[in-house]
């Protein structure tokens, strides 16, 4: 039954993927040829980074406050796909990773003192999408990094603008959003592998299509699997049975943990996709209804012990 249900969710998760990519390979290649070399151009003559870190668009020189953005071009040449890797790109934030959507977050070293419970104190760290709060007790929400139009870091006191759990600061994600000026589309992939541990690899995509001249719609679509380098070795303990009696002569019992061994058994599997609408209403009024869909499977744990 267990095998049944696993194959109808990976059966349903890369029907899911394949029609997203269908639907890009059937559309004009010219179109998609034309559109991906003005983005270059526009790339290229790129002179300034548009934030929203106070509820309106500024150049991120003129904004007030203490703020980091990175641009897609930075999150593409460090292949940032999860918490962990972009993180690592802002100076004033910090982590304590546990594995995949255990995460803990700190802007200049200022915590709430969580110790990765549930029930636990109120984060010191706002997390957003777009406008959405995300934040919950103890880990953060690890969403898959893809077509992203930047990540936000606000250092400080963000409980103005971004309510409470915001005390060290606020890190936003936002997603881009669909144009109704031109169609686009991109399909990426790709392959890699640990040197002792098992291969991996993802494939994700999305296309934007214009409906008419107020109304678009954007596709996102991801499926992502890391190949697992840690080993559960084979073990066996012996434990008393009656505290007070001798070990060598009272009641023993003998376990091990034969049916969890498993060579490179850390493997993560994170699929979803993201849809959204825009409408544009008039001149000063536009709706951007959204969904984000992710499933998020990590098998064995990832802490290892190299002395067993």
Same mark, same amino acid.
């Given at each position: 039954?267990?095998?049944?249900?696993?194959?109808?969710?990976?059966?349903?998760?890369?029907?899911?993927?394949?029609?997203?990519?269908?639907?890009?390979?059937? =559309?004009?290649?010219?179109?998609?040829?034309?559109?991906?070399?003005?983005?270059?151009?526009?790339?290229?003559?790129?002179?300034?980074?548009?934030?929203?870190?106070?509820? /309106?668009? %500024?150049?991120?020189?003129?904004?007030?406050?203490?703020?980091?953005?990175?641009?897609?071009?930075?999150?593409?040449?460090? $292949?940032?796909?999860?918490?962990?890797?972009?993180?690592? +790109?802002?100076?004033?934030?910090?982590?304590?990773?546990?594995?995949?959507? $255990?995460? $803990?977050?700190?802007? /200049?070293? +200022?915590?709430? @003192?969580?110790? @990765?419970?549930?029930?636990?104190?109120?984060?010191?760290?706002?997390?957003?999408?777009?406008?959405?709060? +995300?934040?919950?007790?103890?880990?953060?929400?690890?969403?898959?990094?893809?077509?992203?139009? /930047?990540?936000?870091?606000?250092?400080?006191?963000?409980?103005? +603008?971004?309510?409470?759990?915001? &005390?060290?600061?606020?890190?936003?994600?936002?997603?881009? *959003?669909?144009?109704?000026?031109?169609?686009?589309?991109?399909?990426?992939? *790709?392959?890699? !592998?640990?040197?002792?541990?098992?291969?991996?690899?993802?494939?994700?995509?999305?296309?934007?299509?214009?409906?008419?001249?107020?109304?678009?719609?954007?596709?996102?679509?991801?499926?992502?699997? %890391?190949? !697992?380098?840690?080993?559960?070795?084979?073990?066996? /303990?012996?434990?008393?049975?009656?505290?007070?009696?001798?070990?060598?002569?009272?009641?023993?019992?003998? %376990?091990?943990?034969?049916?969890?061994?498993?060579?490179?058994?850390?493997?993560?599997?994170?699929?979803?996709?993201?849809?959204? &609408?825009?409408?544009?209403?008039?001149?000063?009024?536009?709706?951007?209804?959204?969904?984000?869909?992710?499933?998020?499977?990590?098998?064995?744990?990832?802490?290892?012990?190299?002395? =067993?």
């Amino acid at each position: 039954m267990i095998e049944q249900r696993r194959f109808a969710q990976s059966a349903w998760r890369y029907a899911f993927v394949s029609a997203l990519l269908a639907s890009v390979s059937a =559309l004009p290649v010219r179109a998609a040829t034309s559109t991906a070399a003005s983005a270059d151009a526009s790339t290229a003559a790129v002179g300034e980074v548009i934030v929203t870190a106070t509820k /309106r668009e %500024e150049n991120l020189q003129d904004v007030p406050v203490s703020v980091q953005a990175l641009t897609p071009s930075t999150l593409a040449a460090h $292949q940032v796909s999860s918490s962990d890797d972009y993180i690592k +790109l802002l100076p004033s934030v910090s982590f304590q990773s546990f594995g995949p959507g $255990q995460s $803990q977050l700190y802007f /200049r070293g +200022l915590t709430s @003192g969580g110790d @990765g419970l549930h029930i636990g104190s109120e984060p010191a760290t706002g997390v957003y999408v777009d406008e959405v709060p +995300l934040t919950t007790i103890a880990n953060s929400v690890d969403l898959h990094i893809y077509d992203i139009a /930047r990540v936000e870091a606000l250092s400080g006191p963000q409980g103005t +603008l971004f309510g409470a759990s915001s &005390l060290s600061g606020t890190l936003r994600i936002i997603t881009n *959003q669909p144009e109704t000026s031109h169609f686009s589309a991109s399909i990426d992939a *790709q392959v890699d !592998g640990f040197t002792d541990g098992q291969p991996g690899g993802e494939i994700q995509g999305y296309v934007n299509i214009p409906v008419n001249e107020k109304v678009a719609i954007r596709l996102v679509a991801f499926d992502d699997h %890391e190949g !697992g380098y840690i080993d559960n070795i084979f073990k066996t /303990r012996v434990f008393n049975l009656d505290p007070g009696s001798d070990p060598a002569t009272g009641d023993t019992l003998t %376990e091990n943990n034969s049916r969890f061994v498993k060579n490179d058994f850390n493997d993560v599997d994170t699929y979803g996709g993201r849809a959204a &609408l825009k409408v544009d209403l008039n001149d000063s009024w536009t709706i951007t209804p959204d969904v984000i869909y992710q499933h998020q499977k990590a098998d064995g744990n990832f802490l290892a012990n190299p002395k =067993l």
